[in-house]
């Protein structure tokens, strides 16, 4: 645990993190190429090579038998636990649901907005050391909400080519219509382009690792993705009288997620003395600040995923919080309940991309189509400003195009 001040070069390169190596983004760009040329073969090689798991190509897909089996493997009453978690999180992607828009003048010219959800998204749920059970239901349960019609999940297999039960059970609950047992890089290209086995779907959601990250960055255009979201964050405001026991709490539990990065910013040496004591021996920042203004500054400028406000008031000093994923107010509200249970989705931007990615949202489900309608009338009135722009232009037969109407 080391102490720095708001001046630290180490701070300063906190702020310009994100970099992926060459050699990873080479990588990924040949594991993308072959899945968009070779399609299922290529996935199978390359689950070979990194998974250590030779699947066979007519079973990618997660089948009706494997689903049903999954319920005989997890606890008897981890299906009731999940009553709450599923009605918070549908309560509140529910209360997004926007109305169409229409502005209609007195010249019968109607102008608006219609708000389509997306025919088909992948969702990513990475393995690892712990299946992210939660992962899937903080992104299926708004794209459900949203209308998504064809929903398609991905995760690693484990050494024997099965996936999690648990993942499947939640999944299943959830009525996900499709998963298959890949991950990886070449999960992503499968997605983004489609083989034989996998239909291509038109927006990727999910955290991953650095391949998968790089993976969804190379495939944008293809296809959409939700965002480009790297190891976990936690930042923590504090000052002299914020609670100790919380602090070094919530850092441990960040300090679970290896890789993940976790900064405490306080403007009193004191209790940033007292922390580095009870944290001797994990790795994370505590950053000493002149006053509290300077502390979200940095805040503003790191732009974490997580950020607590452990100070009495820490409303006064929301406003002041320009750049963050997701903040968690108060001695309270720990960002294991935003984890699992609040209602907002913990898929969020990391790497400093909340100064200008958004947390998951229901619109992220959903494309939106401009509808115009124009009477004579209405058309006649704009005629000669719209004029003055096509030629400006050089466009005339823009302008014919109107004048034809009103000739």
């Known amino acids: ?36 040329v070779f399609g299922d073969e290529a996935v199978i090689r390359y689950t070979k090579k990194y998974d250590k798991v030779k699947l066979n190509p007519k079973h990618l897909r997660i089948s009706e038998i494997e689903i049903s089996a999954a319920y005989q493997n997890i606890s008897p009453d981890f299906v009731n636990s999940l009553k709450v978690i599923f009605e918070n999180i549908k309560r509140f992607y529910t209360r997004q649901i926007k109305k169409h828009f229409k502005l209609k003048d007195s010249d019968n010219v109607c102008l608006g907005e219609r708000y389509q959800p997306l025919h088909s998204v992948g969702i990513y749920i990475p393995a690892g050391t712990a299946p992210l059970v939660s992962t899937v239901y903080m992104t299926v349960i708004p794209a459900k909400v949203a209308g998504v019609k064809r929903i398609v999940l991905v995760s690693p297999p484990d050494k024997n080519g099965n996936i999690n039960p648990y993942i499947l059970v939640v999944a299943d609950l959830l009525k996900v219509d499709e998963i298959y047992r890949i991950g990886g890089a070449q999960a992503i290209a499968a997605l983004a382009f489609g083989t034989k086995s996998i239909n291509r779907v038109d927006k990727i959601f999910g955290p991953g690792n650095l391949y998968v990250t790089e993976a969804k960055r190379q495939v944008f255009g293809f296809v959409d993705v939700d965002m480009l979201a790297g190891p976990t964050e936690l930042v923590i405001v504090a000052n002299r009288f914020s609670n100790t026991d919380f602090i070094v709490a919530d850092f441990k539990a960040q300090a679970e997620h290896n890789g993940g990065l976790c900064i405490i910013i306080t403007d009193s040496r004191r209790k940033a003395r007292e922390i580095k004591t009870e944290l001797e021996g994990y790795n994370g920042y505590i950053v000493i600040t002149k006053n509290l203004s300077e502390a979200f500054d940095v805040v503003n400028r790191i732009a974490p995923e997580h950020l607590e406000i452990l100070l009495k008031n820490p409303l006064r000093w929301l406003k002041r919080v320009m750049n963050a994923s997701a903040v968690f107010l108060g001695p309270w509200t720990p960002v294991a309940v935003g984890d699992y249970i609040a209602g907002p989705s913990h898929v969020l931007p990391t790497q400093g991309t909340a100064r200008f990615f958004s947390a998951i949202s229901i619109f992220d489900f959903m494309k939106c189509i401009h509808i115009i309608s124009y009477s004579k009338k209405g058309l006649e009135k704009i005629k000669d400003p719209l004029a003055r722009i096509a030629s400006l232009e050089g466009l005339k037969q823009h302008l014919e195009s109107v004048s034809i109407r009103l000739s």
């Not at 701070?11 to 993308?32: A, D, H, M, T």
């Open 1 to 36: 645990m080391k102490i720095i001040y708001s001046n630290s070069k180490k701070l300063f390169r906190i702020y310009n993190r994100g970099f992926i190596s060459r050699r990873i983004q080479e990588k990924v760009r040949r594991i993308v190429e072959d899945v968009r």
